[in-house]
C-alpha cells in the first residue's frame, strides 16, 4: 500500500489506542509528519505486540510510482534521532523497518538506547531511501563504533542497514561488544550501509571483521565497492 506520510498517520490516529497489531507494514511516499507517524504508533498500538514495523520509501522508488522529493528539499526530509524515543517501549520489536526519504540523524548514544531497548532485534534498518544525494547535504553522525554496541546488544540480530561515519576508526574494546549480554560468535550479519563516507578502507574492514567475525553479505555503494 502506498500512502502519504500524512495519510498513514490519520489512519494510525483512527485505531483505538492499545491495538494488539503483530505486524504493521506502510509503504509512504516523501512528507514532513514522519516523526508525528512514530509518535502516533506508539501511542495507539501495543508495546507487548508490536514485532514487526516497516514504514518507509524503498518499496516507492522501486516501483516507480512515486518519486523522492528534488535534491534541494532533502535537507528538511533528514529525520532527528529523537523521534525514535517513543518507539523505544517496543520491546517485542523484532524486525523495525524505518527508511524515511532521506534517512535520519542519529548519534552514538541512540544506538546504546536502540540496543537496550530492543534485546530481541533480528532485523535492524535505519537507512535513507536517498542516500547518495542524502550526503550532499549532511554526514552521518552515527559511526563505526555504533556497530559493536548493536550487535553486542542484540544477539539474535541477522540483518542491519544504517549509514555510518567510517572516516575514522576506533579502537575495539572488549565492553564495546555489550558487556554481559551473551552473545555467539563469530556473528553473520546482513549488513547494508548505503553510501556511507569511507576513508581508509583497510582498516574499516578490519574493525568490521573483528565486531562481526563474517559478514554475509556486505551492502555498500561509492568507495566500499573498492
Request: aromatic share 6%; net charge negative.
Amino acid at each position: 500500500m502506498h500512502v502519504t506520510v500524512e495519510h498513514a498517520l490519520d489512519f494510525v490516529k483512527m485505531l483505538e489506542p492499545g491495538r494488539n497489531i503483530k505486524e504493521f507494514p506502510i509503504c509512504t511516499a516523501p512528507g514532513h509528519s514522519v516523526a508525528e507517524l512514530y509518535a502516533a504508533i506508539a501511542g495507539n498500538f501495543s508495546p507487548i505486540a508490536l514485532q514487526k514495523l516497516r514504514v518507509g520509501l524503498s518499496d516507492v522508488n522501486v516501483s516507480g510510482d512515486m518519486e523522492p522529493p528534488p535534491p534541494r528539499d532533502l535537507l528538511m526530509h533528514i529525520v532527528d534521532g529523537a523521534a525514535l524515543v517513543p518507539l523505544l517501549e517496543f520491546s517485542s520489536l523484532t524486525k523495525p523497518v524505518l527508511e524515511p526519504t532521506a534517512g535520519f540523524d542519529l548519534d552514538d548514544a541512540m544506538a546504546h538506547r536502540i540496543a537496550a531497548a530492543f534485546p530481541n532485534l533480528e532485523k535492524l534498518s535505519l537507512i535513507s531511501a536517498s542516500s547518495l544525494l542524502r550526503l550532499h547535504f549532511q554526514s552521518p553522525r552515527l559511526t563505526l563504533a555504533s556497530l559493536p554496541v548493536l550487535v553486542g546488544g542484540c544477539p539474535k540480530l541477522t540483518s542491519l542497514a544504517v549509514e555510518l561515519d567510517a572516516q575514522s576508526v576506533s579502537p575495539l574494546h572488549r565492553n564495546e561488544f555489550g558487556g554481559d549480554v551473551s552473545h555467539s560468535a563469530p556473528y553473520r550479519i546482513d549488513l547494508d550501509v548505503g553510501y556511507s563516507p569511507i576513508r581508509h578502507t583497510g582498516a574499516v574492514a578490519e574493525f568490521l571483521l573483528a565486531v562481526l567475525g563474517e559478514i554475509s553479505p556486505l551492502h555498500a555503494s561509492g568507495e566500499w565497492e573498492g
